[in-house]
């Protein structure tokens, strides 16, 4: 998640952007994938072929990895890694291409599951299989898939080569949306995984030029966003943007839902809210006009975006009123909300718990039932979290728990905290001096009895991710 910060820009009025014309399917690649086509492989813009081209392969099933050759195995061919695959129009020049068949799709590498190396009870994690076969890469987030599991979006690079993939992956399902690149003409992002697994995918690049004694760099952008099977089935991006003609940078999507897109622009990260089906957009400011900054703790629901201004719990819903305070307090600092749909969550840092020199002696957590404005809430105070000592905390909320980020100085801690009743489980890095050394640097969820969590090692050569049975971790008092 990303946090929403004060800033002193004035806030600009921005134009609504449209979304690049429909391109036929393999107009810019040549008649083999016109050919494809015709055959039937590509997808329908209206989902028609979609299941045969989103039918998932087996979720733990073994599978025969790709060798860059860089150990001494057989080097990979780089032009059968794109055999069966077809290009996705909808980010034109930026060689992206998705499964043209559902063997292509069942033939997609699974997530492989191991013991950690740390040695932690109760902890799996994603099997790291070499620099010279399968790494899972640093942009990667979770979420709640559509039906209730876990679901993963995340890069994968295959050994030393510019071939790179983007998988989303269900957890009682297995690879549910897959792309792959060869090349370095644009640079992927996968999105954050909001409410029923929608997530997004990002194409990008990067052009310089001058703006008076600067040197800046403007965006090419285009974005899918949705579930995989509608990601896969488009022709036409969901937002298109071209840095050079607006003079500004998009940088990052924090959020998506049915209804909506919450972004951030640069070099200042303006925060802005996509209206999906008309494609208007709104600057998000805080009440008293000031700008809204993105840093991580912002949280998009349905047509709802929640955020704060670390003094306050805010609120902008489309075709609301425009932002709404949902929680202050004079004697108080309100930050880092997370929500599932039925519960919200935040943190309160008290003046009376500040430290000399800077920061809180730990902060307390607060829920009430789902609402989108304060009229509509019920504060009711949980526990204080004694490792919360800033205001940059991070929060996740799913099936009744939150899980928050604890920076009191521990390596890498996060605390899960029921919130009908308080009782919290605390998760530690497990460090071996010279060897081993957990870093939880992305996003954290509870689901079904476990936290997942991105991890780490502490040089990243080993980054992926854990799940945790949260019954093995201690009880905090």
Not at 83 to 109: K, T
Not at 246 to 268: D, E, H, K, Q
Not at 337 to 348: H, K, N, S
Request: charged residues 15%; glycine residues 12%; negative net charge.
């Amino acid at each position: 998640m990303l946090r929403v910060r004060r800033g002193q820009a004035v806030v600009l009025a921005l134009g609504a952007f449209v979304v690049a014309a429909a391109l036929s399917c393999g107009s810019d690649h040549g008649s083999g994938a016109a050919d494809a086509c015709d055959a039937g492989a590509c997808v329908a813009v209206d989902g028609s072929n979609a299941e045969a081209m989103t039918a998932p392969g087996p979720s733990d099933a073994a599978a025969a990895p790709i060798d860059s050759g860089s150990d001494g195995g057989a080097p990979l061919d780089l032009a059968h890694f794109l055999d069966g695959w077809v290009p996705s129009s909808w980010a034109p020049g930026c060689g992206l291409y998705q499964p043209g068949s559902a063997a292509a799709m069942a033939a997609v590498p699974p997530v492989v599951w191991e013991p950690c190396e740390s040695g932690r009870a109760g902890c799996e994690q994603t099997a790291y299989r070499g620099a010279s076969t399968i790494r899972e890469i640093g942009e990667a987030f979770l979420g709640p898939s559509p039906s209730g599991a876990v679901r993963l979006s995340m890069l994968r690079e295959y050994g030393q080569s510019t071939a790179v993939e983007v998988i989303i992956w269900d957890s009682d399902v297995g690879v549910v949306g897959a792309w792959r690149m060869n090349g370095v003409a644009c640079e992927p992002q996968v999105g954050d995984v909001g409410k029923g697994g929608l997530t997004s995918l990002s194409l990008y690049t990067y052009t310089p030029f001058s703006k008076g004694s600067f040197l800046v760099f403007a965006d090419q952008w285009w974005q899918a966003a949705g579930q995989p099977a509608d990601m896969m089935a488009r022709t036409t991006a969901d937002y298109t943007f071209d840095g050079g003609t607006n003079g500004r940078t998009a940088f990052n999507v924090i959020s998506t839902s049915a209804s909506l897109l919450s972004m951030y622009y640069g070099p200042r990260n303006n925060v802005f809210v996509l209206d999906r089906t008309t494609q208007s957009q709104t600057l998000v400011g805080f009440p008293d006009g000031g700008a809204a900054f993105v840093e991580r703790g912002a949280v998009l629901h349905d047509d709802t975006f929640f955020f704060s201004d670390e003094n306050s719990i805010l609120s902008w819903t489309r075709g609301g009123p425009g932002v709404q305070v949902m929680v202050s307090n004079a004697s108080a600092a309100e930050h880092d909300v997370g929500t599932d749909g039925t519960v919200l969550a935040w943190m309160e840092s008290a003046d009376a718990d500040q430290i000399q020199g800077g920061g809180w002696n730990g902060s307390t957590l607060y829920t009430s039932p789902y609402a989108t404005m304060g009229a509509g809430l019920t504060p009711t105070k949980v526990r204080k979290l004694p490792g919360c000592t800033s205001l940059s905390c991070t929060m996740s909320v799913n099936q009744g728990y939150a899980v928050v980020g604890d920076d009191s100085g521990l390596a890498s801690a996060r605390t899960i905290t029921r919130l009908s009743d308080g009782m919290t489980w605390s998760l530690t890095a497990i460090s071996k001096a010279q060897q081993y050394n957990e870093s939880w640097t992305g996003t954290v969820l509870y689901a079904g009895g476990k936290v997942w969590v991105q991890w780490s090692d502490i040089h990243s050569t080993i980054v992926g991710f854990q799940r945790i049975d949260v019954s093995s971790l201690p009880v905090l008092n």
